[in-house]
Antibody, heavy 117, light 107 residues
Framework: EVQLVESGGHLVQPGGSLRLSCAAS????????MGWVRQAPGKGLEWVSG???????WYADSVKGRFTISRDNSKNTLYLQMNSLRADDTAVYYC???????????WGQGTLVTASS | ETVLTQSPATLSLSPGERATLSCRAS??????LAWYQQIPGQPPRLLIY???NRAAGIPARFSGSGSGTDFTLTISSLEPEDFAVYYC?????????FGGGTRVEIK
């Protein structure tokens, strides 16, 4: 059974940093592209970042230069390093698995990041 | 950036009725479009990828069509569990983008 479990979200002051983790199991992690998608309270979905099985990375313009996606295939874990956090980064962050060309077939339950003073 | 516009914003229908949801892209995404269903408090669920391919385990009442800039998600006969928010996502060009969503509510 495929499982994705996010962790690391909590309250942080604007300008601060957080690292999110996503522990994957039930599939060949190293062979799949992975992504982070966020959802602000009461709002729609927003792509944040993706990483291919070849470690190539992509970012939304809103996070480019502040966030870094990475993966550790030996630990079956996806990461999102978030720096210079802003109030508008407040959202539930979902980790998700790519099935084909960035369509996401499995999602975690999400972790809440709140950037507020 | 490719902007996706979904319409209508809200669709009020009764169980058993047919639902037709639209997604229009600001530029061609070929057939690289996905549809998701989200029930409040839950993560999204993939329904359709490549515009018309049903994801694993998705009932046949869900179907997708279209190519280029105009796409449609059809639910042939609404079941009680289908009342939710639906998002389209283009998978063609980074940055990847989602539409603003269509809420399907019980009339």
């Amino acid at each position: 059974e495929v499982q994705l479990v996010e962790s690391g979200g909590h309250l942080v002051q604007p300008g601060g940093s957080l690292r999110l983790s996503c522990a994957a199991s039930g599939f060949t992690f190293s062979g799949n592209a992975m992504g982070w998608v966020r959802q602000a309270p009461g709002k729609g979905l927003e792509w944040v970042s993706g990483i291919g099985s070849d470690f190539k990375t992509w970012y939304a313009d809103s996070v480019k230069g502040r966030f870094t996606i990475s993966r550790d295939n030996s630990k079956n874990t996806l990461y999102l390093q978030m720096n210079s956090l802003r109030a508008d980064d407040t959202a539930v962050y979902y980790c998700a698995k790519d099935v084909y060309r960035w369509a996401l077939d499995y999602w975690g339950q999400g972790t809440l990041v709140t950037a507020s003073s | 950036e490719t902007v996706l516009t979904q319409s209508p914003a809200t669709l009020s229908l009764s169980p058993g009725e047919r639902a037709t949801l639209s997604c229009r892209a600001s530029q061609s995404v070929n057939n690289y479009l996905a549809w998701y269903q989200q029930i409040p408090g839950q993560p999204p669920r993939l329904l359709i990828y490549d515009a018309s391919n049903r994801a694993a385990g998705i009932p046949a009442r869900f179907s997708g069509s279209g190519s280029g800039t105009d796409f449609t998600l059809t639910i042939s006969s609404l079941e009680p569990e289908d009342f939710a928010v639906y998002y389209c996502q283009q998978c063609s060009n980074w940055p990847l983008t989602f539409g603003g969503g269509t809420r399907v509510e019980i009339k």
